[in-house]
């Protein structure tokens, strides 16, 4: 047996070698996916375009745009001399913000009364519109702290911490997570393409007349794509640590165990979708069909607890979601089996089951 599937996963690899175009998808897809989501996919929101009607004209209405400004959150683009004028530059798209600056605000100031700022948002883009609505609130309660009836606020001061992401860097959020997507979402569809195209090749059947047990052919397809997987973690882990500078708090090793653990569930997914596919669009659209509700189920960029209670029971049944929790709980917060373990119980239940399941129907469909 160790002879034959020796032999098979030489024969995987020596296939892999010729495929120019699958090696590239194997090696090159999981780092241009990381520069991608480093860079391109961003939750830092800075620069806000801001359109202002400031009819006070007083310097400290002036103050505090200019604290606007040197916040880095928002660029004044614009000005305009009445607060109807302010709908027409967020309806065009030139302005994301407006903020409207009444002629009693630095009198009301003066006499420590309660100055009134009216702050409008396109709502168009939810997720800029609430950033930039608590950015704005920060920056007035910042202002109203320094002027007159300020001492009365300084009764109650608050020094918060943020941990595990001091900076709030969505790039360490991001980064981590780019393991999960290429392990969860590359690795099935290639696995899946892979035994199609023998399929419709015809070395498949050819395979399958030789003394080789089905078992044995299952492994020998099967264990150089876990290989590969194992390989892009290595790579994006030294990509994150010496490009992005996002290091792995916890252990390394751990890591690399959650990620074999969960290649069960790739590779499961990935013969099960070859059993149903008879050619290599087909297993395409079914990986998609099946892996994009995943990845949006998963808490991978929206969280769980903002779903409804329906769709988050659903969830519960996505092997991702736990390998998620798992590798951002080692990269960020430094933690371990632990405080992991429940997740790593459901991910080796969940994973087992499925490649238990797959593998039983791959060697039913070669018999």
Known sequence: ????????????????????????????????????????????????????????????????????????????????DSPTDLDRPLASGRALAGIYIPDDFSKRRARGETAQVQVILDGTDINSAGVAAGYLTALLAHHARQGPGAAALALITHH??????????????????????????????????????ERETGTLEQLIVTPIRPFELMLGKTLPFAAIGLLDVFLIVLLARYWFGVAVAGSVFFLFAAAMLFLLTT??????????????????????????????????????????????????????????????????QGIGMRVLWPQVVALAGLGGAIFALSAARFQKRLG
């Open 160 to 197: 918060p911490r943020i941990w595990y992401n001091p900076e709030l860097r969505s790039v360490n959020f991001m980064v981590p997570g780019v393991i999960c997507l290429i392990l969860g979402t590359v690795m099935t569809a290639i696995t899946a393409m892979a035994l199609v195209r």
């Open 267 to 332: 590779l499961g997914l990935g013969l099960f979708i070859s059993t149903v596919s008879r050619t290599q669009q087909q297993a395409m659209l079914t990986a998609f069909f099946v892996l994009m509700p995943s990845v949006i189920l998963s808490g991978f960029m929206y969280p769980i607890e903002n779903m409804p209670a329906a769709i988050r029971w659903v969830t519960y049944m996505i092997p991702l979601r736990y390998f998620v929790e798992i590798v951002r709980g080692i990269f960020l």
């Open 1 to 80: 047996m160790r002879e034959r599937l020796r032999y098979l996963i030489g024969k995987e690899f020596l296939q892999l070698k010729r495929d120019r175009r699958l090696r590239s998808a194997l090696i090159f897809a999981p780092i241009f996916q990381l520069f991608l989501f480093g860079y391109a996919v961003s939750l830092d929101i800075k620069h806000i375009p801001l359109v202002v009607c400031d009819r006070d004209r007083s310097s400290e209405s002036r103050e505090l745009l200019a604290s606007f400004e040197r916040s880095g959150y928002f660029a004044l683009v614009g000005w305009v």
